[in-house]
């Protein structure tokens, strides 16, 4: 049974945020790819992607994360991801392939959209 794969963008606040579902591979990335740069075109440089819904990531989607996180830091902007520690039907894959992958550390990562958006909850560094 295939997995819908789904992209929807809302704002909130100063925030653009792109909702993905179902499968993040080869033939599902350049659509979140074409969305994010979208949404940078239309002059937003603050960016959440929530992933919660995400079951499954493969080596290009973890490259359209990498390459929305240096678009965005080429435009001086943010970009937040949203993984939650348990996600996707106790999956929270993307989590996992990011940090197997060793580029968890490069995303500002949260585990909700609320912590996502606000700025008081910043993570420590380490």
Same mark, same amino acid.
């Given at each position: 049974?295939?997995? $819908?794969?789904n ?8 925030? $653009? ?11 599902? =990335? /350049?659509?979140?790819?074409?969305? &994010?740069?979208?949404? &940078? ?8 992607? +929530? ?6 990531? +493969?080596?290009?989607g &973890?490259?359209?994360? %990498?390459?929305?996180?240096?678009? %965005? ?8 991801? %949203?993984? /939650? ?7 929270s ?6 940090? $197997? ?7 500002? &990562?949260? /585990?909700?959209?609320? =912590? ?6 910043? /993570?420590?560094?380490?």
């Amino acid at each position: 049974m295939a997995v $819908a794969f789904n992209v929807t963008g809302v704002e909130q606040g100063e925030w $653009a945020v792109l909702r993905v579902s179902g499968e993040l591979d080869l033939m599902t =990335s /350049p659509v979140l790819r074409q969305h &994010v740069h979208d949404v &940078v075109a239309e002059g937003h440089h603050s960016l959440v992607v +929530d992933l919660s819904d995400v079951f499954f990531c +493969d080596s290009s989607g &973890v490259g359209v994360l %990498i390459a929305a996180r240096r678009l %965005i830091r080429s435009c001086q902007g943010r970009l937040r991801l %949203i993984l /939650p520690d348990r996600g996707a039907d106790d999956g929270s894959h993307v989590n996992r392939v990011l940090g $197997a992958l060793g580029v968890r550390r490069l995303f500002d &990562v949260r /585990p909700d959209l609320d =912590s996502a958006t606000t700025d008081e909850a910043d /993570p420590l560094s380490a």
